[in-house]
């Protein structure tokens, strides 16, 4: 059965400061892949999406980027944060074929100081 | 333009009662609806989907959903609330291309005892 990964789970970090989140896949191969933002009590932003090794396309101009080196990798980051960057941050997969639903992970909450 | 509609962003009910969670939608095309549950500091899982075909669909946890073409509208139900459905639930539209999805921005739940 397919699994996604999603790491750290919790990261309190100071403004200014870099970022990488990692969100994994096993058991497929070849997602769509997913990055989501989560603000308190608001719905999900899709930030970032990806359908292939190195495609990245950005949803939202913001102050993050994307990549995906690996066929089920998909790295969030930042060169210097800012506070506005705090938030609850979701990763998605979904089959790369057809119409399908996608599957979350448990999240990374981001605390910037 | 495509948009999810949840017109409750808090729904209290007692345990043992009915639930129905309201879903409205914009879309040009036949949807593909979907309805996800997020416990606090989690992701989303899967309830259920829509996709063609029977508009009442069953999902885990005791869910269904109904799908009305002419009212634009997908509400999730539960015949018998428990305390453990305390939770946030999102109703999504799509597919975008590349299986994206358009997220409302959430009913929250609570359960009395």
């Known amino acids: 059965s397919q699994t996604i990964h999603q790491w750290p789970a919790t990261l309190v970090q100071p403004v200014g400061s870099p970022l990488s989140l990692e969100c994994t896949v096993e058991?497929?191969?070849?997602?769509?892949l997913y990055w989501y933002r989560q603000a308190a009590g608001r719905g999900l932003q899709l930030l970032f999406y990806s359908v292939g090794i190195g495609q990245i396309s950005s949803e939202v101009p913001q102050n993050l980027s994307a990549s995906r080196p690996q066929d089920r990798q998909f790295i969030l980051s930042s060169k210097k944060l800012l506070l506005s960057d705090s938030g609850f941050y979701l990763c998605a997969w979904s089959a790369g074929q057809g119409q399908q639903p996608q599957h979350f992970g448990d999240g990374t909450r981001l605390s910037i100081l | 333009a495509q948009s999810v509609t949840q017109p409750d962003i808090h729904i209290t009910v007692s345990e043992g009662a009915s639930l129905e969670l309201r879903c409205n939608y914009s879309?040009?095309?036949?949807?593909?609806l979907f309805w996800y549950v997020q416990s606090p500091g989690q992701g989303l899982q899967l309830l259920l989907k829509y996709f063609s075909g029977d508009t009442l669909v069953q999902g885990i946890k005791g869910f269904e959903a109904e799908f009305k073409r002419s009212q634009s509208s997908f509400n999730l139900r539960k015949p018998s609330v428990h305390w453990s459905d305390a939770a946030e639930y999102f109703c999504a539209v799509g597919p975008g291309g590349y299986n994206k999805l358009i997220f409302g921005a959430g009913t929250r739940l609570a359960v009395h005892p």
């Open positions: 058991g497929t191969s070849n997602p769509n």
């Open positions: 879309y040009g095309a036949t949807p593909y």
